[in-house]
């Protein structure tokens, strides 16, 4: 029964049998390369300048208003998008020494992070529900869905597919993004940007060590190919031995979040054409899975991700831009549950989805002072196949569940000048999925640019997420178990913002954003006491509102500094189950980089983070010294975490049976790269 606090045989956490790929994973990923490497034939289009050496030679306003591609289909500056978006770049992710994306999200404002030390969790601007998978936020990887089709889960720890090393610069945009990218994206968009072919930090070697038996192997190189074609691959080995964790009957479970990680990550380009294969396999315990045996070793998730993904880019002499892209995935979780029913019973649950599309977009400038997107996708999902039973000892299936169904979309966006200081950013987007209503989505945005220093945007938007395969399907009998519910329909969200951003010169930003949210028929997983069951309903609705203000400053000596405060309310209504009270109501968060003389830096970050349910406010300080990631030679980096050993705890995904969860207390981490 996945669970919010779901998460190991021992034996999966050995390298040999976490290394091990499923024969379906290996087809699929031979079958990748392969088409990855047919196209490298075809005639290298010129990447955008994203690398290190790149980026210092900019000028430092232009540092304050980075490229952003998430907030539409099409590239803008910051400050011109219809969003107020957050950027944090490579340099920064590692300076301050984030080792996964909820570590760069955790940093940025308006954003709450949370784990149950087997999957990480995301609360923004005020909503944050417990047992939810992420499933109101989408996450992209250089523009494309990631969120899988079983549970629409948003991976954001280290269950996420993609090595951090790998990353450019991460994007969060808040707000609804449904006009844009369709489902799931209720409260933001996360876009993480990839390293191109030759950048810093694409062609290195690279092994840490850390507390709790943390140790990882990382290989990546970027190569030029014959007839002109640039390859670009990585692969990343991870194991952790686990934290000793504390239980809520006062034991201990030692080893409990042991865990093994492997990624794959390859990429041809060549002219307009990209092909991109992305493989991932993690095996993590949880030892405080609400409803069985806490710190059982047997309790132990699998996730398996493997994503494939063919664009065509070409520019036309008119000024047209056309965009073709084919991408197929596959996604399997396995989790194995000590069970006390009594007598203790290893419970196994597995969920398959697979999945294919196309999507065509045409990008045109023809009309004057319009940039106007039209497009079309197709999403074909042959397989969402979920089956529970008892393993030890075995029983027949509890639950065998097999569907398919088709996902249509219409989209179009204009951004349109227009006067001089004035441009009106218009998005639509027309959804049906299979067995769901048709849902419209749109967003509309006003930006005024005082003068060069003065960007005021007043933005509006709506968002929708219908049910998934798991909340709509899932059933299972018995204590703990779940129930379904025939009569689940769309959940909705409709938001408006005024975000001012002012560079009163070229070192310093400050942005300030007002924001007011409303959700209506929300998704909400709710326990029978009788049945001790769970159930997923569609209740009332929650309303946030809230303000952010950030202040960002770059020195010309390389030194850096984001500081952003938080404050935000929430409130039910017609809720038989409390959400608003889950998430901070106020959040400070402060993260420098420091030059420290002959190529030393220090990384600096403190979150001071209000209270969220039962779980207790808490201050949290990390530390890293490094060295900048050479283009050639050694670079060292000493990162920690928790440096004044809090400890502190974060919500469970049940108020009653699991009110907090304990987290891990200071560790440190040590990492060398060699670049080659």
Request: contains cysteine; glycine residues 10%; charged residues 20%.
């Amino acid at each position: 029964m996945r669970y919010a606090a779901l998460g190991p045989v021992p034996a999966a956490l050995q390298p040999r049998a976490a290394m091990r790929l499923s024969l379906s994973s290996l087809q699929f990923f031979g079958s990748a390369c392969a088409l990855a490497c047919g196209v490298i034939s075809l005639p290298l289009s010129a990447a955008e300048p994203t690398s290190a050496a790149e980026l210092a030679a900019l000028p430092l306003d232009t540092l304050l208003d980075l490229p952003v591609t998430g907030a539409s289909k099409f590239a803008s500056r910051a400050s011109s998008a219809a969003a107020a978006v957050t950027v944090v770049s490579a340099e920064e992710i590692r300076a301050l020494g984030y080792r996964t994306l909820a570590d760069v999200l955790a940093s940025m404002r308006g954003v709450m992070v949370t784990t149950d030390r087997s999957y990480s969790y995301i609360g923004v601007r005020g909503f944050y529900v417990p047992g939810d998978y992420n499933t109101r936020v989408l996450l992209l990887i250089d523009g494309n869905r990631i969120n899988d089709t079983i549970y629409d889960q948003a991976y954001l720890g280290s269950e996420m597919p993609l090595d951090l090393a790998m990353v450019e610069r991460v994007e969060f945009i808040p707000g609804q993004g449904s006009a844009v990218y369709g489902g799931n994206a209720l409260f933001g968009v996360v876009n993480v940007v990839t390293r191109q072919p030759g950048a810093a930090g694409t062609s290195l070697a690279s092994v840490s060590a850390g507390s709790f038996g943390a140790r990882s192997l990382r290989l990546a190189d970027s190569v030029q190919l014959p007839g002109g074609a640039a390859l670009q691959w990585s692969i990343s080995r991870a194991v952790m031995a686990g934290d000793t964790v504390p239980l809520p009957d006062g034991g201990s479970a030692r080893h409990g979040d042991a865990e093994g990680r492997t990624t794959l990550f390859a990429r041809v380009r060549q002219g307009d054409w990209r092909a991109t294969v992305l493989h991932a396999l993690r095996t993590k315990g949880n030892p405080l899975f609400p409803d069985g045996v806490q710190g059982d070793p047997r309790t132990v998730n699998h996730d398996e991700q493997s994503l494939l993904d063919l664009s065509w880019v070409h520019a036309t002499d008119e000024g047209d831009e056309l965009t073709a892209r084919g991408f197929a995935g596959r996604y399997r979780f396995e989790g194995r549950y000590a069970m006390d029913y009594p007598p203790v019973t290893v419970n196994q649950d597995i969920a398959v989805g697979r999945w294919w599309g196309l999507e065509g977009r045409w990008l045109s400038t023809r009309w004057q002072d319009h940039k106007l997107l039209v497009g079309a996708e197709l999403q074909v999902l042959p397989l969402l196949l979920q089956r529970n039973a008892d393993i030890d000892p075995p029983t027949a299936p509890l639950l065998d569940d097999r569907r398919s169904l088709q996902r249509h979309a219409l989209f179009v966006e204009d951004q349109y000048a227009l006067a001089r200081d004035w441009t009106l950013d218009t998005g639509l987007r027309w959804d049906q999925t299979s067995g769901s209503a048709r849902e419209f989505s749109l967003r509309a945005g006003l930006i005024w640019r005082a003068d060069d220093t003065l960007v005021a945007k007043l933005i509006h938007g709506t968002a929708y997420r219908a049910p998934n395969a798991f909340e709509a399907h899932y059933q299972v009998p018995g204590s703990g178990g779940y129930e379904i519910n025939p009569k689940l329909t769309s959940e909705g969200v409709r938001g408006s913002e005024l975000a001012l951003d002012w560079r009163p010169d070229s070192q310093d930003r400050y942005s300030l954003s007002l924001f007011s949210n409303r959700a209506r028929q929300l998704l909400v997983l709710n326990r029978d006491p009788d049945s001790e069951r769970y159930r997923f309903d569609n209740q009332g609705g929650v309303r946030t509102h809230g303000a952010e203000l950030e202040w960002e400053r770059i020195w010309a000596s390389g030194g850096r500094l984001r500081a952003n405060l938080t404050l935000q309310h929430g409130r039910d209504s017609d809720m038989d189950t409390q959400v608003a009270g889950y998430s901070a109501e106020r959040m400070a968060k402060l993260a420098a980089i420091l030059p420290l003389g002959r190529g030393w830096q220090a990384g600096l970050e403190w979150q001071g983070i209000g209270r969220r349910g039962a779980a207790a406010a808490y201050q949290l300080s990390n530390l890293t010294l490094s060295t900048p990631l050479a283009s050639r030679g050694w670079s060292f980096s000493a990162s920690v975490f928790d440096l004044f050993d809090r400890r502190h705890q974060d919500p469970g995904g049940d108020a009653t049976t699991q009110p907090v969860l304990p987290q891990a207390g200071r560790s440190v981490e040590l990492r060398l790269d060699f670049a080659f």
